[in-house]
Structure formats: structure tokens, C-alpha cells
């Protein structure tokens, strides 16, 4: 019976070490810039599974753009800001912790015109 206990009692300290080694720091987040200058790809870890609230807000502070996540402890989602003025946006996330933002600069591709140069034949044109 005593055996039992200390058993038992080790494997509780070791379930509890486990947990607090898999959170040591709490919710995290990263964006990344891919290969599409207007695309980012945001990363998010967080200790629990809960609500979550993605939201981008422009350099004035104003949200632009806001979605509500149940039920999940993270998520890797990619955000197309195309059609956006360029810019700082912040790109935050918010959860029953509190929230991670981080901010990012979105500057839209200028495609160039082409153009076509040729060698004319005759000499007056």
C-alpha cells in the first residue's frame, strides 16, 4: 500500500512538472513575411484552448479587420493585406491570457510598364 502511494506520488510530480515545462513562458506569437510582399503569415501559441480574437489595426490605431477563433489553444493562419493602403498595421491576438501584437509594414509591388524598343529600317522614321 505505501509502495502505491509513492508511486503515485511520483508520477503526480511528474504530470505537473510536464505542464509547467510545456508553458514556461506563456502565449506566443510570430508573423512572417512570405514570398507575396502583401502576404504574412501569422503563428500563434497560447497556453489553453479558448476564444480567441485576431485583430489588424492601421497605424492610426483604427481595426481594419477583426475575427473571433473558438475552441483552439493556437493556429498558423496566413493575412493578405492586397488591396490595402500601404502602411504599419499591427497585427494582434488576444486571448483569456491577455494579448501579443506585433507590428508589420506593408508595402504593395509597383509593376513596372514594359517597354518595347526596335530599330527602325529606314533613316527618316
Not at 30 to 56: C, H, M, P, S, W
Not at 80 to 104: C, H, L, P
Request: overall charge positive; charged content about 20%.
Amino acid at each position: 500500500m505505501k509502495t502505491k502511494s509513492v508511486v503515485v506520488a511520483l508520477a503526480m510530480m511528474v504530470v505537473s512538472a510536464a505542464v509547467v515545462a510545456a508553458d514556461p513562458v506563456g502565449p506566443k506569437m510570430v508573423v512572417v513575411n512570405q514570398k507575396d510582399a502583401a502576404t504574412f503569415k501569422v503563428i500563434y501559441e497560447g497556453g489553453q484552448t479558448g476564444k480567441l480574437t485576431l485583430r489588424i489595426l492601421n497605424s492610426d490605431g483604427k481595426k481594419v479587420v477583426s475575427e473571433t477563433i473558438n475552441g483552439v489553444d493556437g493556429f498558423m493562419r496566413s493575412v493578405n493585406f492586397a488591396g490595402m493602403e500601404a502602411g504599419e498595421y499591427t497585427i494582434e491576438v488576444a486571448d483569456a491570457n491577455g494579448k501579443q501584437s506585433q507590428k508589420v509594414v506593408y508595402q504593395p509591388t509597383v509593376e513596372g510598364t514594359s517597354i518595347h524598343v526596335a530599330k527602325l529600317a529606314s533613316e527618316n522614321k
